[in-house]
């Protein structure tokens, strides 16, 4: 894991929206005539489009109310206690339009698009009942109107069914267990993998065993968050595709996920946002040779964070990966995570042409310079979508 493969001084051919040529830019410039467009890089850094592998990105308002009581002390826990966390988001997205989700959703799809970020996973979970689960998923799919389907176009975009991401309060766990299993019939409709959250005063292992052995999307689950309660043991078990957050993991559950080929999905600014210092071992994991992920778990709550550069930098600082090791956990590791490494997450003949041109030279600048996004211009599919 790491190696990013540099050229110097290539030029990159693309033809109906995939790579056709990566090669000498002399050489590519003897190939182009008057029918070909020209991108300029004026000598910059391209890479990759980053590929974010988790994130909650579809919900109305905010909670920048905890994040002041969290600067006051106030754990995730307590919060929920008090009446906030996951519950206050549900609330304000069941009492959102249609077209309310869509504007908002729109916006964090753009705050990721200058960060580079040009394929996003994205998971309901803020309905917590049918009819909002649905529409989730719909806006996502870029089915619930005509507003919508343009969100869905300006990057690619993958979906989740994440009903099992807390019990609502008008439910009992068991009764809304059904619930969810009752909704997978049209979940697997609009969506391509299913999750849940096992956590003390959330799920458990049975109730993910139960969920999915009703359904055949793909599994992830978000695991050993906030304490190894064998979340990671639970993902090899069921043959999950990720294993999300693992902060808590240890070096039994590492070797289970190695076994199993389950992928980790780190999410560093998770614990940056909670105040937290406890990160996910990641140089075990790598060093056991599991691909690693690096995603944003952009949420309101616990990660209000659009940028993957600034989740790169904290894997570099707090996690001790490198920066290459960095790059390639937002890239083709996270592109194999959502099942898309053929298709995108290096720039190979045949790829689609989603590429980051940025204002640097050297692929170390990216986490180097924190909070600055590098992003100069953004392709998807070889066009311009994006620029400084």
């Not at 030029?11 to 790579?19: A, Q, S």
């Not at 890089?41 to 994130?55: E, F």
């Not at 997978?184 to 999915?212: M, S």
């Not at 056991?288 to 616990?302: E, H, I, K, R, W």
Request: aromatic content about 6%.
């Amino acid at each position: 894991m790491g190696d990013v493969g540099l050229m110097n001084h290539a030029g990159i051919m693309i033809r109906d929206g995939k790579i056709v040529a990566v090669a000498d830019s002399n050489r590519v410039e003897a190939e182009i005539d008057s029918r070909w467009e020209v991108v300029d890089a004026g000598g910059r850094l391209v890479t990759p489009g980053l590929v974010d592998a988790h994130t909650h990105a579809i919900f109305a308002g905010n909670r920048a109310n905890e994040f002041e009581m969290r600067s006051r002390g106030a754990s995730y826990q307590d919060i929920k206690a008090s009446g906030g966390g996951i519950m206050s988001t549900v609330l304000a997205t069941r009492a959102a339009t249609e077209e309310e989700l869509t504007d908002q959703f729109a916006r964090h799809l753009r705050w990721m698009l200058v960060c580079g970020t040009t394929m996003v996973e994205v998971k309901s979970g803020y309905g917590l009942d049918q009819e909002t689960e649905m529409r989730l998923l719909k806006i996502a799919s870029g089915l619930a109107g005509q507003s919508a389907t343009r969100v869905a176009h300006s990057q690619r975009l993958t979906s989740t069914f994440l009903g099992a991401h807390s019990v609502p309060p008008e439910r009992t766990k068991g009764n809304y267990l059904d619930e969810i299993v009752a909704m997978l019939p049209e979940a697997e409709k609009l969506c391509n993998a299913c999750d849940i959250f096992v956590e003390d005063g959330y799920f458990t292992p049975d109730d993910a065993r139960l969920l999915f052995a009703a359904t055949n999307l793909e599994r992830r689950l978000h695991v050993d968050q906030f304490g190894d309660h064998g979340g990671a043991a639970l993902a090899a078990e069921l043959r999950a595709k990720t294993a999300d957050h693992l902060e808590y993991t240890g070096i039994d559950g590492i070797r289970a996920l190695k076994d199993a080929g389950v992928i980790p999905v780190l999410l560093p600014a998770s614990v940056y946002c909670l105040g937290l210092s406890k990160y996910a071992d990641a140089r075990a994991m790598i060093d056991s040779g599991l691909p690693v992920v690096l995603a944003t778990d952009f949420n309101p709550g616990t990660s209000p964070c659009p940028s993957l550069p600034f989740v790169m930098s904290l894997a570099c600082t707090q996690m001790k990966l490198s920066p290459a090791e960095a790059l390639t956990a937002c890239t083709i590791n996270a592109a194999h995570a959502l099942s898309y490494g053929e298709t995108l997450g290096s720039i190979e003949i045949g790829k689609h042409a989603d590429l980051v041109v940025h204002d640097a030279e050297d692929y170390r600048e990216i986490p180097y310079w924190t909070g600055r996004n590098t992003a100069n211009k953004v392709l998807i599919g070889g066009e311009v979508v994006w620029q400084k």
